[in-house]
């Protein structure tokens, strides 16, 4: 099995910074990805930043321009750099990876438990 885990959230107030970090572990054969999601109360899950493999990147439109996401591969962890932030970025932050447990097997997806992240307006 593969183990999530986020930290770093915490209250900031509108226009400060803050870095999240995603550790995945566990026995898995491959990481196809990990990602950034969110949730705020009453609203679907979305995604805002992922990572692929071989380093390719995409974002939600609402954070282009002020969040960033990197990697460490030989530590499985990924960061979510978040600058400027709005009050309007409060949500839970979720870690996802996609990985393969075993050789040549399917790709599932593994979720972490989430971080608060409030930012005060």
């Known amino acids: 099995q593969v183990q999530v885990a986020e930290s770093g959230g915490g209250l900031v107030q509108a226009g400060g910074s803050l870095r999240l970090a995603c550790t995945a572990s566990g026995r898995f054969f491959s990481m196809s990805s990990m990602a950034w999601y969110r949730q705020a109360p009453g609203n679907q899950r979305e995604l805002v930043a992922k990572?692929?493999?071989?380093?390719?990147?995409n974002y939600a439109d609402s954070v282009k321009g002020r969040f960033t996401i990197s990697r460490d591969s030989g530590k499985n962890t990924v960061y979510l750099h978040m600058n400027t932030l709005k009050h309007e970025d409060t949500a839970v932050y979720l870690c996802?990876?996609?990985?393969?447990?075993?050789?040549?097997?399917?790709?599932?997806?593994?979720w972490g438990q989430g971080t608060q992240v409030t930012v005060s307006s």
């Open positions: 990572i692929t493999s071989i380093g390719n990147t």
């Open positions: 996802n990876a996609v990985a393969s447990t075993v050789a040549r097997g399917l790709f599932s997806d593994f």
